[in-house]
């Protein structure tokens, strides 16, 4: 039964993920019930599936192709029109130009940031900052939010300051941070930090606060000790929520900096529109703004990846 | 199997009048908080291999017992003894199995049942094949690699019952294993857990509210009345031909210990409702 539950019906799923787990769902409730001998059903599968599925699989990718070049269209048509939109309403006159250049232009003066190194310089200037900032709140922040999560009586202590950071948008304490801090890298590491870690630390409590109690009975039942307990049951249950808040705190690293170099900063694609915008460069300014929403997008991806990887599981397979 | 009640040796479990109470928060008057027994003198021995079964009305504490018995939840009164020395809390020595599976969802069939092996220190090296042999007992050779989500109801329970067998407690504590299975689904698992008893000669307590199930799996069914739970009778359910009939559920002696069982749990039941209704009225 399994090649044809494998190429026919499957052609609306995900590729890879789904194919190996598809023909379970089809066989389980019949082999269950049949109970006392499932294995002949399934293990002679096992070995001559596998030579025959290379070439299926080939078959398969050829099959689906036309579907995966529509899909691409789909997902890039929104953006190919808005580029469109971009070159054309300057050109007719719709916008005034001098404002807003059309996009050729401003992929122009992208060009020549790069070449001449400006935005790898700044680019690099940025990434620094807010990986370390990330990275720090990511350090500070995980451990943090298992403790504070699993320790009720804590929780209920911090709850409400923690609400308190957490809603004191991060830049509003920007001012406080130069005063403190100066204006050098301390300051905008610091403030990259401080705005990561609220997202992060609160996703992290509600994770730990929300694993399966039927697992902390199971684990309580074994007589777990606690970090054995931390390490094998609350800490995997929690990575998908937590995973929720370390995106979010990745965007945020990004935002944040960003602002926090229009303020003060030598360097820094938030530098370098500020900077453009003062000398009139207009086009070198929207090359720095599609830069960082390039990077965001990139990033995002990034952690997406890593969130897929790491809780695979819990997705019952629709990609 | 020998009716194991008159025997001399000394029984593997005993409940010696074991109280739980528990303390509510008043739902109108919240400062208030009231008590309520759970469970009330309940005196109960458990001879070694023996497969006894709880049933009783919702509510009625058949839970709160075997939390007890796991050494999960302490009691207010009366003692616990487990090869007569009193359970003071959890321990390998006793597996359950919960009704909702209690599957680890990020490891494979294997690795649930790895994790039992985990916690009694069994070496790396001999878990694997330790695992594979269990579920090779439970019936699912083929599915080690299987996540929990790209397993059916029924082949979780027995993941989950081989993780419980894999680490070989002497007792195993099943806590309405079946209820969320379909009919058919539950049969054929209620035989193969019977088969593994007879296999492994686990002494096993069974919960459940379903009567057919008790009967036919217990050799002995402690009907519980409604709160506070007391064992109301203990009933002892013999087949000379459990292997003769294809179909036990149909013979009349399944008949008599059903409706024997049926008459005592029906005013339980009603009680129990009568009870739910007053509390929903308050």
């Known amino acids: 039964m399994s090649p044809t539950t494998g ?7 995900a590729p890879g993920v789904v194919s190996a787990a598809e023909p379970v769902p089809a066989v389980s409730p019949a082999t269950s019930t049949v109970s006392a001998v499932p294995a002949p059903h399934d293990a002679s599968p096992a070995g001559v599936h596998q030579a025959r599925s290379t070439a299926a699989r080939l078959r398969h990718a050829v099959r689906r192709l036309p579907y995966l070049l529509v899909r691409g269209a789909t997902k890039s048509v929104a953006i190919v029109a808005l580029l469109l939109l971009w070159e054309t309403a300057p ?20 060009w020549g940031l790069a070449a001449d190194g400006q935005l790898a310089d700044n680019a690099r200037a940025s990434l620094t900052r807010s990986f370390s900032g990330f990275g720090l709140a990511v350090a500070v922040a995980v451990p943090l939010g298992l403790l504070i999560g699993w320790y009720r009586p804590v929780a209920d202590l911090l709850g409400p300051l923690l609400e308190v950071f957490r809603n004191t948008a991060a830049l509003a304490l920007l001012p406080v941070f130069v005063l403190l801090l100066g204006i050098g890298e301390t300051s905008k590491i610091s403030i990259v930090v401080y705005a990561c870690t609220w997202p992060i630390l609160l996703n992290t409590i509600s994770a730990v ?10 684990a309580k039942s074994m007589n777990l000790s606690a970090p054995r307990l931390f390490q094998k049951v609350i800490l995997p249950a929690s990575v998908p929520v937590m995973f929720t808040g370390i995106r979010l705190a990745g965007a945020v690293s990004i935002l944040v900096l960003v602002a926090a170099e229009m303020i ?22 929207y090359a720095g703004i599609i830069t960082i929403s390039a990077i965001g997008v990139a990033f995002n991806q990034l952690l997406v990846t890593v969130e897929r990887r790491l809780s695979s599981w819990r997705v019952p397979a629709d990609g | ?65 075997l939390d007890l018995l796991g050494g999960l939840n302490q009691p207010t009164g009366g003692r616990i003894l487990l090869d007569g020395t009193p359970v003071t809390g959890p321990g390998l020595d006793r597996g359950i199995v919960f009704q909702q599976y209690a599957l680890l969802p990020w490891r494979t069939a294997q690795g649930n049942v790895e994790f039992g092996l985990e916690a009694t220190g069994v070496p790396r090296r001999q878990r694997a094949a330790r695992a594979r042999e269990f579920l090779d007992l439970v019936g699912l050779t083929g599915f080690e690699d299987r996540h929990p989500h790209e397993l059916s109801g029924g082949m979780r329970q027995r993941v989950a019952l081989a993780r419980s067998l894999a680490y070989d407690p002497d007792v195993l504590l099943m806590d309405e294993p079946f209820a969320a299975l379909d009919a058919q689904t539950r049969e054929s698992l209620q035989d193969e857990l019977l088969r593994i008893w007879q296999r492994t000669g686990k002494t096993v307590v069974f919960i459940t509210h379903g ?13 519980m009345t409604s709160r506070p739970g007391r064992i109301k009778q203990i009933v002892p359910v013999a087949f000379d031909s459990r292997t003769a009939t294809d179909d036990l559920r149909s013979s009349p002696e399944f008949a008599r210990h059903r409706h024997e069982i049926w008459s005592l749990l029906h005013d339980e039941v009603a009680r129990a409702q009568q009870l739910e209704k007053e509390e929903a009225s308050v």
Not at chain 1, 95 to 105: A, H, N
Not at chain 2, 211 to 223: F, K, S
């Open chain 1, 264 to 285: 003060g900063a030598k360097a820094g694609l938030g530098y370098l529109i500020n900077a453009s915008q003062y000398n009139f460069a207009i086009p070198q300014m």
């Open chain 1, 91 to 110: 050109r007719l006159g719709l916008v005034d130009r001098t404002f807003l250049p059309p996009f050729s232009e401003v992929a122009d003066a992208w």
């Open chain 2, 1 to 65: 199997m020998p009716e194991s009640t008159t025997e001399p040796t000394t029984p593997k479990i005993v409940f010696e009048d074991v109280r739980k109470d528990f303390t509510v928060k008043d739902r109108t008057r919240a400062r208030r908080a009231t008590r309520f027994t759970a469970l009330d003198g309940i005196d109960l021995e458990i001879a070694a291999g023996e497969f006894i079964v709880l049933v009783g009305p919702s509510g009625c504490g058949k839970s709160t017992l």
């Open chain 1, 7 to 13: 190429t026919a019906t499957e052609k609306t799923r």
């Open chain 1, 209 to 218: 606060r929300n694993v399966d109690p039927t697992l902390l009975k199971l």
């Open chain 2, 211 to 223: 009567i057919d199930e008790a009967v036919y799996l217990g050799q002995r069914v402690a009907v």
